[in-house]
């Protein structure tokens, strides 16, 4: 941390990204511009190691708020869900509505809400109230009363089962549940859905994140 000069102070995190077997795959730096007038300018980037490394699904930060802000409203791609790969059907323009309503119940839970060329997002309350996150250039951004790891449905191994045992989770529409808080997803860009047919083609190279390394940023401020 460092003052950035005229009433401005420069907060910097660096994260070394390791696997299972405590190698190091990556780093990832978060700064954060902490302004005198309630703004924040988040600057993100992301450098993958040396070797043969898969590629990323997605490249983006997630925030946590209160359940009470559960209101939505983007100038982007809408109203529907949009991907990389699956976009043209949503116009760009100015959208609102709830948190609940961004959530669409795949019937395997998955990930969904993605919104699209995204040049702002604000998530309020009923009283209109909370933060706008505005773009340095076009986000992919989504919220939802749920955590990301709702929606995955891995097989694991889990302790309460005997060893080596797996349990598939998250197997069907009932097993996600709301939490009590709203979680927004900023995001510079995530792969496209792919599925050019119904038996698992995979996504087009350049709706893919191939490339070993990536940086975007983002204004936050409030709003009253």
């Known amino acids: 941390m460092k003052d950035a000069g005229a009433g401005s102070v420069l907060v910097s995190f660096e994260f070394a990204l390791k696997d299972g077997e405590d190698s190091q795959i990556g780093t990832y730096r978060s700064t954060y511009l902490v302004k005198g007038d309630a703004h924040?300018?988040?600057?993100?980037?992301?450098?993958?190691?040396?070797?043969?490394?898969?590629?990323?699904?997605?490249?983006?930060?997630?925030?946590?708020?209160?359940?009470?802000?559960?209101?939505?409203?983007?100038?982007?791609?809408?109203?529907?869900?949009?991907?990389?790969?699956?976009?043209?059907?949503?116009?760009?323009?100015?959208?609102?509505?709830?948190?609940?309503?961004?959530?669409?119940?795949y019937l395997r839970p998955q990930e969904n809400g993605n919104k699209t060329d995204v040049r702002w997002m604000s998530i309020t309350?009923?009283?209109?109230?909370?933060?706008?996150?505005?773009?340095?250039?076009?986000?992919?951004?989504?919220?939802?009363?749920?955590?990301?790891?709702?929606?995955?449905?891995?097989?694991?191994?889990?302790?309460?089962?005997?060893?080596?045992?797996?349990?598939?989770?998250?197997?069907?529409?009932?097993?996600?549940?709301?939490?009590?808080l709203t979680s927004v997803d900023i995001d510079l860009k995530q792969m496209g859905v792919g599925g050019d047919d119904s038996w698992g083609a995979w996504t087009h190279d350049q709706y893919r994140l191939t490339e070993k390394s990536y940086e975007y940023g983002f204004v936050m401020g409030p709003v009253e």
Not at 155 to 162: A, H, K, N, P, Y
């Open 125 to 180: 309350n009923e009283a209109g109230q909370g933060l706008k996150f505005s773009g340095k250039q076009l986000l992919e951004v989504s919220a939802h009363h749920n955590v990301m790891e709702d929606f995955e449905s891995p097989r694991r191994t889990d302790g309460r089962w005997e060893e080596g045992e797996e349990r598939p989770v998250q197997r069907h529409t009932d097993d996600v549940q709301p939490r009590d």
């Open 40 to 105: 924040i300018e988040v600057d993100n980037s992301f450098k993958m190691a040396e070797g043969d490394l898969p590629e990323i699904p997605r490249m983006g930060m997630t925030l946590y708020m209160p359940r009470e802000f559960d209101q939505m409203q983007w100038f982007g791609r809408g109203p529907h869900e949009s991907y990389q790969d699956r976009k043209t059907s949503a116009f760009v323009s100015l959208y609102q509505g709830s948190v609940a309503d961004q959530y669409w119940p």
